[in-house]
Nanobody, 125 residues
Framework: QVQVVESGGGLVQAGGSLRLTCVVS????????TAWFRQAPGKERLLVAA????????HYGDSVKGRFTISRDDAENTVYLQMNSLKPEDTAIYYC??????????????????WGQGTQVTISS
């Protein structure tokens, strides 16, 4: 059974940084494409960043390009999201997702099979 567990959320001031961590266990991590999504109250779940199984391809949402970086450590079955220059509008619950695929990098929430419980990120102005 695949489990996805996020950590690293918290409260920071605007302009600050956070690093989110996602550990995927119970499957073959090297075959997974993984992604971070976020959802603010009353809004839809949106892609933040995604990285394919080989780390050769990444994709970022327009609002985070140049500020956030997704990476992965296959030896640790872990995906990271480094978030810099944080803004109040980055406030949301951040979810990690995974899917076993070696096809093109999925970018829609409906493409992912495994999800974590989410971690709250709050940015104060």
């Amino acid at each position: 059974q695949v489990q996805v567990v996020e950590s690293g959320g918290g409260l920071v001031q605007a302009g600050g940084s956070l690093r989110l961590t996602c550990v995927v266990s119970g499957g073959s991590f090297s075959t997974y494409s993984t992604a971070w999504f976020r959802q603010a109250p009353g809004k839809e779940r949106l892609l933040v960043a995604a990285i394919n199984w080989s780390s050769a391809t990444t994709h970022y949402g327009d609002s985070v390009k140049g500020r956030f970086t997704i990476s992965r450590d296959d030896a640790e079955n872990t995906v990271y999201l480094q978030m810099n220059s944080l803004k109040p509008e980055d406030t949301a619950i951040y979810y990690c997702a995974a899917r076993s695929t070696r096809q093109s990098l999925p970018t829609r929430a409906s493409d992912y099979h495994y999800w974590g419980q989410g971690t709250q990120v709050t940015i104060s102005s």
